[in-house]
Each structure stands twice: as C-alpha cells, then as structure tokens.
C-alpha cells in the first residue's frame, strides 16, 4: 500500500516556513522592540563608561532610583497580599455581585494612568473628598505616600489576574483530605493551599514590580515631580530630557531596562522551577 507523504513534508525534514517564519518575527521585532532597547545603550557607551558612571552618581539620580524601588516594592507587598486573598474569596465562594468585584478589581488595566493620578487628587488632595478631612499640617499627596498609592492603583489588577487562575484550576481534594485529617482552615491554607501558589505569587510580584517602577502618567500628578523629594526614576528621566541633560536621562534609562531585563529572565526561568512539586 502507496501512502502519500506529500501532506506531511511541513513536519518533517526541511521545512522551508521555519526559516522564514523566524525572519518576519525579528524583522518585525527590529524596529519596535529590539532597535529601540539597543538605542539607550549604544548611546549611553558611545563616549565610553565614565559619562555613563558619572550620570548614575550623582545625588538625585541615586535618589529617583531608591524612592521608585521603595515604593515600588511596598505597592508589590500590598497588591500580592490583596491579590491572594481576593483571588482566594471569589475562587472559594459564589455570592451575588461576584463578577461586577473581578470586573471593578481588573478595571485599573484599561483606565489611564494619567486618569488614575488625577482620580487620586480629587480624593486625597488638600480639597479632595476625603483629603480636606485630614487634619491641618497632614497630607498624603505630593510625598511619597503618594506614589505608592498610584503604584498600587494602577497594578491592583496584576497580582490578582496571575493568582486566581491557579485557584481555579486547582484540585481541592488535598484540602478536603486536610481537612478530614483535623487541620484548621489557616493549617490547610498554609501548609497545602499555598505552596501550590509559589509560581503564581512570584510572577505576580514580579509583573507587580516591574509595572510600578515604571510608572511615569499617574505619578507625575500625585508625587509633585520634586528633585530629590519626590522624583522617581521615570520622572528623572523626563526632567534631565527636558532641561536638555540627554546624557542623564539615557543613563537611567538604561538602569531601567535592565532591572526590567533582569526581572522577567527571573519570572521566565524561576517560574517553572518554583511550580515543580
């Protein structure tokens, strides 16, 4: 019997499609992601190292840099903390306005950021909602505290969108055998729930992280953009680039990409490994 093969020849030797296939994907790829990204470091090394160390050493340039991881990082604790238990709530139970709370819990991705900071104003601000209510001489935007209140706004959905699909998927007969075998509800979330959820809680810190130290259109708005006071890695790189200090800006710029660089290598490899029983 005569079996016609012509029908398999994409799936086996030369296939012609691959080569091409990878060329459109990084002639694609050049001129929007990888030539852009190569930009900042070919011009932050063209005069060599020494411009490049010498624009990160300076005084509010290490200060934009601490306050971003500062507050970025405790938005990230916040958002994780919240994240693992809205996602364990409406994983776990069934009640009446369930979808309108994971429709309000992801709304923060689609509004943008600079509507975020300005929401913020209108209620935290000297005349807010809620901002005219603090007493005299209190004041939460234009600090710090700000910028970690627009840096959890605008990732409230991240740690949450990573967490609850693993809820979902995951099998509750280890909770139920727990449960018969005389474990408390905290014993079998924290001994069986919640190892199951080390993959999930790192990427979404990780994608938390990354987000907020980012974050340029809502912090611009609630932090006062004060060198040295207020100022954020991504609005440094706005100020130097406005009063014409390119060299300054770029090398942030590219401290930025490969913090952002290192974190995602993190969640891609770490990930898998954290997941394996």
């Known amino acids: 019997m005569k079996v016609n093969l012509t029908g398999f020849r994409h799936t086996r030797g030369f296939d012609v499609v691959k080569p091409l296939s990878v060329g459109v994907l990084v002639a694609v790829m050049l001129p929007l992601i990888l030539l852009p990204l190569a930009s900042i470091f070919i011009f932050g ?61 992801s709304l923060p991705t689609a509004i943008p950021t600079a509507v975020a900071g300005f929401a913020l104003l209108l ?5 807010g909602t809620l901002g005219r209510l603090l007493t005299p001489g209190t004041q939460i935007m234009f600090t710090a505290y700000a910028i970690i209140l627009a840096n959890i706004f605008v990732t409230f959905p991240l740690a949450f969108g990573v967490i609850k699909p693993v809820f979902d998927t995951m099998s509750h007969s280890l909770e139920e055998a727990s449960a018969t075998m005389g474990a408390t509800r905290w014993q ?35 932090s006062g953009n004060l060198a ?19 060299e300054a800006a770029n090398a942030i710029a590219i401290v930025l990409a490969l913090l952002s660089f290192a974190i995602f290598s993190i969640l891609f490899f770490a990930r898998d490994w954290l997941e394996t029983d």
């Open 45 to 105: 090394t063209s005069n060599g190292l020494g411009p490049f160390l010498s624009a990160l050493q300076a005084p509010e340039a290490i200060f934009a840099l601490k306050l971003s991881i500062v507050t970025s990082f405790w938005a990230t604790v916040f958002n994780v903390i919240f994240g693992l238990f809205a996602a364990y709530v409406l994983s776990k139970y069934d009640f009446w306005g369930r979808n309108a709370i994971i429709v309000i819990i």
């Open 123 to 127: 209620l935290w601000g000297p005349y």
């Open 188 to 222: 079998t979330f924290w001994h069986v729930t919640l190892p199951g959820l080390r993959g999930a809680l790192l990427g979404g810190a990780l994608l938390t992280f990354a987000r907020a130290v980012g974050e340029f259109g809502s912090t611009i708005l609630v």
């Open 228 to 246: 040295s006071r207020t100022q954020t890695a991504p609005l440094y790189i706005f100020a130097k680039f406005n009063e014409g200090q390119v």
